[in-house]
């Protein structure tokens, strides 16, 4: 299951460079903002952490079966698997943001514009006008580097857990939590050229490990 761990570090690590250099609206001719980018990685790491840790802790067949769970039912299996911390219980933090998380990512991906009628009156042109709602594109860079903290005390407590195949995953998320006080209130021009330095270091510590086959 060693990919598996490889493929969430990735995500991780993706999500961070993204937020290291992101800048708050949306450059011209872009679609999403820069804090959208960062959710959906923030979401493909949580995902895959989560799935890996079940891979490395079910049975075959529960494993298998897994992959039709949702999201929640994913984060309660690993808690019933645990006898661990506080901090993996579903309605408590950072749990619950994780779900908020989630539920971002799902309205970024699989949302609908608003589609207004353009009446004659209005307009010489017959068709249909397009109509983003506000709000629904522009996560705010501090609350994605919330997601990002929430995402990482979240794989600590795996790795602090009773469960041994899930000590080994914490190593990106520890160091990372190493600028919490910066991800609880983010400051894009103070506090990105500092993570954007931690994730290159990190990423030679990657590639270090890929060269190992760790």
């Not at 450059?27 to 804090?35: S, V």
């Not at 769970?69 to 506080?86: A, H, I, N």
């Not at 209005?122 to 994605?144: C, D, N």
């Not at 894009?188 to 290159?200: A, M, Q, V, W, Y």
Request: with cysteine; proline share 4%; net charge neutral.
């Amino acid at each position: 299951m060693i990919h598996g761990r490889y493929l969430a570090d990735g995500f991780l690590l993706e999500a961070t460079f993204l937020l290291a250099k992101a800048k708050e609206g949306s450059p011209w001719g872009r679609l999403l903002y820069d804090g959208d980018r960062v959710v959906i990685f923030i979401a493909l790491a949580a995902e895959a952490h989560v799935n890996h840790a079940l891979a490395t802790a079910l049975s075959k067949s529960e494993w298998e079966a897994s992959k039709e769970w949702r999201f929640k039912e994913k984060l309660q299996r690993v808690r019933d698997l645990t006898s661990g911390s506080s901090l993996l219980e579903l309605g408590r933090e950072p749990v619950q943001r994780l779900l908020d998380l989630i539920e971002r990512r799902n309205e970024l991906v699989h949302g609908q514009p608003d589609i207004w009628e353009i009446k004659p009156k209005e307009s010489s042109s017959k068709g249909m006008l397009i109509k983003v709602s506000p709000g629904r594109w522009g996560t705010a860079l501090p609350q994605a580097a919330k997601w990002l903290r929430d995402l990482c005390v979240y794989v600590e407590a795996l790795a602090d857990s009773d469960v041994k195949t899930w000590q080994d995953h914490a190593y990106l998320a520890r160091e990372l939590l190493s600028m919490r006080k910066a991800l609880d209130d983010w400051k894009p021009k103070r506090d990105g050229p500092e993570l954007l330095t931690l994730s290159e270091r990190l990423v030679d510590w990657d590639f270090e490990r890929d060269d190992r086959g760790a």
